[in-house]
């Protein structure tokens, strides 16, 4: 065989090849159901995500730094989220209510108090819980509703 036949053959071999990777893909193909937000009930986005835009650095003086201490408070909702999950007619606690045994104390170089860092945290998770819970309410009543 002449070397231009190789080469032809090659080309149509590679040229197969590559067409099922460009076709369009199947109706209903995609990314699976459920997938960019929390998989479960009782499942919430993780506290350092929550506080991802929290300072990190430790000044000297303070006991946790921002980030810490929005991490406890985002942990200290979650955790009472999930035991109004086993009792519903509890009431969800304020923030300020969940971070009361941290310093008020607001240390020179730091933007917020360990304290405001906290309510800070306990807030955007609660805010966060309510919103997953809307969204289920929500899934729940279109799935009830006859098409």
Known sequence: M???????GLTAA???MAVPALAAPPEGAGKPEGVGKPAA????????QICKNQSRKKVEGQ????FAAC???????NREAAAEADDPEATSTAPG?????????KVEGQRKSAFASCVTG??????????????????????????
């Open 63 to 66: 006991a946790k730094s921002a």
């Open 97 to 105: 209510q969940l971070c009361k045994g941290m310093s008020r104390r």
């Open 2 to 8: 002449h070397l231009s036949t190789k080469l032809a």
């Open 41 to 48: 009930t009782g499942q919430s986005t993780a506290p350092g």
């Open 14 to 16: 590679l040229s197969l």
């Open 122 to 147: 306990a807030a955007k998770a609660q805010k966060a819980q309510k919103a997953q819970e809307r969204e289920e309410e929500q899934e729940e009543e279109q799935q009830q509703q006859p098409a």
């Open 71 to 77: 991490v406890v408070g985002v942990k200290r909702a």
